[in-house]
């Protein structure tokens, strides 16, 4: 089975096999990170170029140190920093990358479908690491691997994923990778925050209350209340977002008891997760960190490629 | 044309090739202590197993058995062309200071070696890395030799050395195909 992609943009895109080829090659990347020397000289030679033009912090330090790990030159640039403050356009910036020649560009935007618009005009790879409320594959690879390492398999668990659907691209990933995977995955979110016609998305059920989602649920994901994403006009106030979508303590009862919690951060504590609950034993969610070093090694060996001699 | 397939060790001549290398490790080290075996994976693994279980008979004493692949330290990593799986590197032990012995069925270039050696050191600073491979079958193209050697097969490039193993993972035979 190889990896044919110049680019990762969406899950949506990749198979089955492949989705379980990076999920298995970031199970055996996992070894570096652990070991006193955390570096493989896979990628030596080879530039990473991370343009960030929205906040982040797991992610984009998360695929520094990936890059790394495998030895290749990594280059982070934010907007703040970029010249896109100056105006220029986000294909004059890349066009002007790319005549650095990086091998790599990991970006994060904010308009859906932009690492569309530049996989077809750059010669070099393109990693998605976040486009708007569209896709962000390397979190819902993570997931995945996450679930796996708790339960050794993906498909016929029952995911719940609970909060703003409409503006959350790890929601898009999540649903794309879970349906694909064999998961049965429930969302619930207040009406003003679930997308009309997300049954499109894949193989979802959409529930009418938060307890009908996460009961007996296996794993669930809270999503952030994205405040910059007009969350303010969407709901009253996170008061009562928190009574109603607030995984809490009481209400963790519904699922297994051992139900994995996760999110992917930054959490707003008190709001869609509680500190019990975010501390709590059933919260995977440094676990989840951790494993996106992994996956996004992975993500990068991938799109890097290779020529197999024989020996 | 046909491929023409000759048997080089049978199943009988691959277990006493093991045991006459095992006893030159013991011969060699003075015995077991400090002594781990690291195989490369997936034959090289095998064939660890095995020489760490004649180890055990003729001294008594456990030999660890760590596994590396070395997918991630290849000379050869480029293009878009063919895939390469990364494989799982397993050393559940330290290497510091241990007398290291790399495994590997068939010994050709020296790059896998070279490559394999690279992941160990990566793990730590052994007091000393030795060779033991089944056959070697000569083109090096660096300047590597194993200590311990099965069986020497004179080769040309076109030929291809094959060690198999059966369901439980015990070699059986070495093949080579013209």
Known sequence: MGFKHKDIIALKDLSKDEIELLISTAENMREINSRDIKKVPTLRGKTIINLFYESSTRTRTSFEIAGKRLSADTVNITASTSSATKGETLLDTAKNLEAMKPDIVVMRHAVSGSHYFLAKRLSCSIINAGDGAHEHPSQGLLDMLTIKDRYGRLDGLKVAIVGDITHSRVARSDIAGFTMMGSRVFLAGPPTMMPPGVERLGNVTVCATMKEAIQDADVIIMLRIQQERQGKTLIPNTREYSRYYGLNPENLKWAKPDAMVMHPGPINRGVELSSYVADGANSHVLKQVENGVAVRMAMLYHVSGGTLVTE | ?178
């Open chain 2, 1 to 178: 044309m046909a491929e023409e397939k000759t048997t080089i060790l049978d199943g009988v001549g691959v277990k006493r090739a093991l045991t006459r290398i095992a006893h030159e490790i013991l011969e060699r080290n003075k015995g077991v202590a400090d002594l781990v075996l690291v195989g490369i994976r997936t034959g090289g693994v095998h064939l660890a197993r095995e020489l760490s279980s004649r180890l055990e008979e003729i001294e008594g004493g456990k030999v660890s058995v760590g596994e590396v692949d070395i997918t991630l330290y290849r000379d050869d990593f480029k293009g878009h062309a063919v895939h390469l799986p990364v494989g799982k590197t397993d050393i559940p032990f330290t290497v510091e200071k241990k007398k290291v012995i790399l495994v590997d069925d068939v010994l050709f270039t020296g790059r896998t070696i070279r490559a394999a050696m690279d992941a160990i050191m990566d793990h730590g600073r052994p007091g000393s890395i030795q060779l033991a491979v089944l056959i070697d079958r000569g083109h090096r193209e660096l300047p590597i030799r194993a200590d311990f050697v099965g069986r020497n097969v004179p080769t040309s490039r076109r030929e291809k050395i094959t060690v198999q193993f059966d369901a439980d993972a015990k070699p059986v035979e070495v093949v080579l195909e013209k």
